[in-house]
């Protein structure tokens, strides 16, 4: 079956370039979340959209945004990047309208770095 | 606002013991838990969920949990440990709807042969 997609897998930027992450959810899905997960730590919910539409919104930085397209892919965008933005950054995604059973599908995440 | 915590930021079992990941939540209203597993620099892997119906969950890879509304608990379980359970897991909680899943601290579970 087909599962999140994630891309890159690994980025490494120097502190103040900017990043793009891309996520691609489940065919279907309408739902898509993004996570932080620091060194050690527990992910952090960022931001989530729903039917393209910004449905909640977590401890995201100003300096991050994301956006959901019209084919439901999403992107975040992150700019003036700092060494405590190093992590591994999840996407998830559901179904709401199909039926939510309540689980979030997660990719395997990119892994950002930077120096 | 809805919370799990994870008493335990380690749990080591034998092969074969028996093994328990606790996990205790805190919402406001009916609580949708859920477990999901983390192997190294690998995503996050739903194992079961409970959203309503007997307290007694079973899910993938022969674990169950159980739900325990007067003590707030919704502990991890399975009989009988492998050494490939040896992971990163995680209790995380929602409310209906496209609401966020808020993740417990995690417990990494080490079985030892």
């Known amino acids: 079956a087909a599962g999140v997609i994630q891309s890159p897998r690994h980025l490494i930027k120097e502190k103040r370039e900017t990043a793009t992450l891309k996520c691609y959810p489940i065919?279907?899905?309408?739902?898509v979340y993004w996570y932080q997960q620091g060194p050690g730590q527990d992910p952090q919910f960022l931001i989530s959209?729903?039917?393209?539409?910004?449905?909640d919104k977590g401890s995201i930085p100003d300096r991050f945004s994301a956006q959901q397209f019209s084919d439901y892919h999403s992107e975040l965008n992150m700019s003036s990047l700092e060494l405590g933005d190093s992590a591994l950054y999840f996407c998830?995604?559901?179904?709401?309208?199909?039926?939510?059973?309540?689980?979030?599908?997660f990719g395997e995440g990119s892994r950002l770095t930077v120096l | 606002a809805q919370s799990v915590a994870q008493p335990e930021d380690q749990v080591n079992v034998a092969e074969g013991n028996p093994l328990t990941v606790k996990c205790t939540y805190s919402?406001?209203?009916?609580?949708?838990l859920f477990w999901y597993v983390q192997y190294p620099n690998r995503g996050l892997q739903f194992l079961l969920k409970?959203?309503?119906?007997?307290?007694l969950v079973k899910g993938s890879y022969g674990f169950e949990a159980e739900f325990n509304k007067s003590q707030t608990s919704f502990h991890l379980k399975k009989p009988s440990a492998l050494v490939s359970d040896s992971a990163l897991y995680f209790c995380?909680?929602?409310?209906?709807?496209?609401?966020?899943?808020?993740f417990g601290k995690g417990t990494r579970l080490s079985v030892i042969a």
């Open positions: 998830a995604s559901s179904n709401l309208a199909g039926g939510n059973t309540g689980e979030l599908f």
């Open positions: 065919p279907r899905h309408d739902t």
């Open positions: 959209f729903y039917e393209k539409m910004q449905s």
């Open positions: 919402v406001s209203g009916n609580p949708y």
């Open positions: 409970y959203i309503t119906g007997d307290n």
């Open positions: 995380a909680v929602r409310d209906w709807g496209n609401t966020p899943l808020v």
